[in-house]
């Protein structure tokens, strides 16, 4: 990820809009904003969200509020809590998230 042409500032992310996106099962809102080709992201997932395909996106993502689990293609399963992070590179590993009790996150990819 390369950082170019990107003015001091600030974000409200209260001020955001919020876009839902369903699950298999539950639903993520995110509030987005894109700074040169770097999306940022306030994301809620509620109670029994599951991520309804396999990711293969590059991420950077720091757990707020909540546990989240994520699951990598090969079968390894990580449980994430308030203040955990994860990183992973574009086409490195797949994975998908879910959560039982839901998850407030914080993500740039």
Request: with cysteine.
């Amino acid at each position: 990820m390369q950082m170019h042409d990107i003015p001091f500032g600030v974000t409200d992310w209260s001020a955001v809009p919020r876009t839902g996106h369903p699950g298999v099962t539950g639903m993520a809102h995110w509030r987005t904003q894109t700074f040169g080709g770097i999306r940022v992201r306030m994301v809620e997932y509620s109670a029994g969200y599951l991520a309804d395909h396999w990711c293969s996106k590059g991420h950077i993502l720091l757990v707020l509020d909540g546990q989240l689990d994520t699951e990598l293609a090969d079968g390894r399963t990580f449980t994430l809590t308030s203040g955990q992070s994860y990183q992973v590179a574009d086409h490195a590993e797949a994975h998908r998230s879910s959560t039982a009790t839901g998850a407030r996150l914080f993500i740039v990819d």
